[in-house]
């Protein structure tokens, strides 16, 4: 595999999230009882080999810096490269939609200068997916291709406003890019981008000397604009992803996980998920707990029934609780005969003893960080 | 070399064989704990937490298993400037060097290795005692007593004594008496096996045990009633918080159940006084939708599909669709198949338990080791085996089986 360092980038409109995602970045919104966003995109690069990452940070980064600290439970605490944190731009509201600002990229400039690796790999933080990025850099390499753009695949028409679409030739040349499902053209799987592409890093530099003097962005649409000179190619991953860009998303990728093809996926036949380490005890089971079909943490304490659920870290589940469809975030407390259902409960709230809560599949109930119900 | 005020020496080398099978293939200290813990994951967060920063951990007996989970001690935050874990196996000399012989010849050959950090006292822990200690102030009452040794004890039932190393205090807590395993304790003071020196004694001490030929070269049968004879100021420290032998079968068993019946697993993770461990990092743990788990602890990474009551599941566990198991421990990554019974069984790291199999089924006569069936690490149990209670499985015995 030829040298390639990452980029992660963090910095992203964040309200689609609503109250999860109010005080924190998408980034670092908690995910599958002990992971946040990032770590996904942060082990796949760590476990392919990438030593040197560089993380584009919004302006509440906070809760990302407490998890990540120096990159240690990655491995990312180096001598040379490691973890690079780089504080991204502050975007107007007229550039909300901007996914890989070129202005992130062009603040820190030095990031790219200073390395010699041939390849950046540029991942976004709200996806669910444990990928093995060796393939694809040895085929972006293979190809000689200037840009590599990651994609799966859907046979049936797959309509999403916030997806891009693309069109490619048989030897997988990309020749189009769009925002309609029809753009992979008729008699072939609609092909949308996950999020995920190479680019050379020499090319790039070219691009923020280019584009100097234009205020702002969007990294994709400067390679939409030169399909014709620049050799971009598709690749086709394959496996899970989960795209987090609603409260639904949210809450039906996280539910996901209890289906067992995801989870092998994503945690059992693969390198880890990382993620911060905390050395809770082991999930403690009280003589009239009840869980079913649930995926559960270390240092939870459960007294009472628990179905379809999603427990973080620590949380404390009293006698006579019925917890159904729940996404429940570290360190939560549901007092006695507590009934919750289709419920999204950040960290720390307590619910108190005998409360009944109660959302729908499709538009699940969500309670903020420490509140007291 | 910067004067280090203490430095713990762990001595880790032991084999442990009153534990069966479940150290046929690690050494003792590197046995799974409480379903998360490593049984040298309390010594060295002791240590962690005790502001003592450089830990030399003398290994022998199957250690490789203990090496790579000790690592450079990051885990416990142990991988500092200046100091750190040491991991010290027996090495050879121009004209001398060989295994360690016991624990006070393995400090000794280590003299070298201490001299570089030139401490003021040492501490020695053995790495097989499940317990939560500030040895900072254990220290704080050396220095205060000026003592010479102190030797860290705790009071056993007067029926127990007879088990340990006893001793026999005056009223400022100086020994004048002290008795390995007497037959008739005169009193109920256990030594923990936690002693701290002024290096400076404990240095001469050690050269007088090696000159003698007809010493053992341990620290309770000769160096410290040698030590004691010479009229040295030998204090007790009394502690009173939870410490826990699990040296053989029964009290290993007996001492995790003690943990799903207290709230000990609590106090492990108290903040001020939290035990590390270096676990792999595993998704939470998946409880199947026909599964029923009561009364039990479960590790990160399992798959439970069966029923599981009163028991301890580490990490990184199997239990397939219509299994029972109660009264058990399942060591990590362990795997248990369809339909399979299990009652009070411990069932070692990486074993595999085919369908249909029943163990620990009770028998007729009165059972070892309390009933207690152990299972040791990496076996394979075929297919619908049947084995009874208090039995302790190891490798030749499945070849046997296997043969038939």
């Known amino acids: 595999m030829s040298s390639a360092i990452g980029i992660i980038s963090a910095n992203m409109n964040s309200s689609v999230l609503q109250g999860l995602a109010q005080e924190r970045p998408i980034a670092a919104v908690p995910f599958g009882g002990r992971y946040r966003l990032l770590d996904f995109a942060l082990s796949s690069m760590v476990n392919s080999g990438i030593r040197t990452v560089g993380l584009v940070t919004p302006q509440q980064y906070r809760p990302m810096l407490d998890h990540l600290g120096a990159g240690k439970d990655w491995s990312l605490d180096r001598k040379s490269g490691g973890l690079f944190i780089l504080p991204g731009a502050i975007h107007s509201l007229g550039h909300y939609d901007i996914r890989f600002s070129l202005k992130d990229i062009a603040l820190n400039i030095e990031f790219l200068e200073k390395d010699c690796a041939r390849n950046v790999i540029i991942s976004s933080s709200d996806h669910v997916f444990n990928a093995d990025f060796r393939p694809i850099i040895d085929h972006h390499d293979q190809v000689e291709a200037d840009v590599t753009l990651v994609y799966n695949q859907s046979d049936r028409p797959f309509e999403r406003e916030d997806l891009i679409y693309l069109r490619g030739k048989e030897d997988g040349r990309i020749t189009g890019l769009g925002k309609?499902?029809?753009?992979?053209?008729?008699?072939?799987p609609c092909k949308y981008f996950i999020d995920l592409f190479i680019i050379r890093r020499e090319l790039l530099l070219q691009m923020i000397e280019g584009y100097r003097s234009v205020e702002n962005i969007e990294l994709i649409e400067i390679i939409a604009q030169h399909l014709g000179e620049l050799k971009v190619h598709g690749y086709f991953f394959g496996g899970y992803v989960g795209r987090i860009h609603s409260v639904s998303d949210y809450f039906q990728s996280n539910l996901a996980l209890l289906r067992e093809e995801i989870r092998k996926d994503l945690f059992i036949n693969t390198q880890p998920i990382r993620t911060k380490i905390r050395d809770n005890p082991p999930a403690k089971y009280g003589k009239k707990a009840q869980v079913k079909n649930s995926l559960i943490s270390s240092g939870c304490t459960i007294e009472g029934t628990v179905e379809n659920t999603i427990l973080s870290r620590g949380i404390v589940i009293e006698e006579g609780c019925e917890i159904q469809n729940c996404i429940i975030m570290s360190k939560c407390v549901i007092g006695k005969g507590s009934k919750l259902q289709n419920v999204i409960l950040d960290k720390f709230v307590a619910v108190n003893e005998g409360n009944v809560l109660q959302g729908q599949v499709n538009q699940p109930l969500v309670i903020s960080k420490k509140a007291i119900i | 070399m910067r004067k280090k005020e203490c430095i713990a020496m762990l001595l880790a080398g032991g084999q442990g064989s009153r534990l069966g099978s479940l150290t046929r293939n690690?050494?003792?200290?590197?046995?799974?704990?409480?379903?998360?813990?490593?049984?040298?994951?309390?010594?060295?967060?002791n240590c962690t937490h005790s502001n003592i920063d450089t830990v030399g951990v003398l290994t022998q007996y199957k250690p490789f298993v203990l090496n790579s989970y000790i690592g450079k001690g990051s885990a416990w935050d142990l991988n500092c400037l200046n100091g750190g874990v040491h991991i010290l196996p027996p090495f050879l000399g121009e004209n001398q060097g060989s295994w360690y012989k016991g624990t006070a010849n393995a400090i000794y050959q280590n003299i070298d290795f201490i001299n570089f950090y030139n401490p003021e006292y040492i501490l020695i822990l053995s790495g097989d005692h499940i317990y939560q200690m500030?040895?900072?102030?254990?220290?704080?009452?050396?220095?205060?007593?000026?003592?010479?040794?102190?030797?860290?004890?705790?009071?056993?039932?007067?029926?127990?004594?007879?088990?340990f190393g006893v001793m026999t205090t005056d009223e400022s807590g100086r020994i004048s008496e002290f008795a390995e395993k007497p037959v008739h304790p005169q009193s109920n003071l256990a030594s923990m096996g936690v002693y701290i020196f002024n290096w400076e004694v404990l240095k001469e001490a050690l050269w007088e045990d090696e000159a003698d030929v007809n010493?053992?070269?341990?620290?309770?049968?000769?160096?410290?009633?040698?030590?004691?004879?010479?009229?040295?100021?030998?204090?007790s420290y009394l502690f009173h918080g939870y410490w826990r032998d699990v040296g053989t079968i029964e009290s290993y068993y007996n001492a995790n159940m003690e943990v799903l019946r207290e709230e000990k697993i609590d106090k492990f993770f108290e903040l001020k006084q939290r035990i590390f461990s270096n676990e792999e990092i595993l998704a939470p743990h998946y409880i199947g939708a026909e599964a029923k788990i009561q009364d039990s602890l479960i590790g990160n990474g399992c798959t439970i599909l069966g029923e599981v009551h009163h028991s301890i599941i580490s990490a990184g566990v199997y239990v397939g669709e219509g299994s029972f198991i109660e009264d058990s421990i399942l060591l990590p990554n362990a795997e248990v198949h369809k339909n399979v019974r299990l009652w009070k069984t411990i069932l070692g790291e990486n074993a595999t338990v085919q369908d249909d199999c029943c163990i620990g089924v009770e028998g007729e006569d009165e059972p070892a080791q309390e009933g207690i069936t152990v299972i040791g690490d990496h076996l394979q149990i075929p297919r619908g085996a049947v084995i009874g209670e208090g039995k302790n499985v190891t490798k030749d015995d499945v070849r046997k089986e296997g043969g038939q």
């Open chain 2, 134 to 163: 500030d040895y900072y102030d254990m220290l704080t009452f050396h220095k205060q007593a000026q003592a010479e040794v102190t030797l860290s004890t705790i009071a056993v039932p007067w029926e127990e004594a007879s088990r």
């Open chain 2, 26 to 45: 690690i050494a003792k200290p590197a046995v799974s704990f409480a379903g998360k813990y490593r049984i040298i994951d309390f010594s060295l967060s």
């Open chain 2, 215 to 235: 010493s053992e070269k341990d620290f309770g049968k000769n160096v410290i009633p040698r030590l004691l004879q010479q009229g040295k100021r030998i204090y």
């Open chain 1, 180 to 188: 309609n499902c029809e753009m992979s053209g008729p008699d072939t």
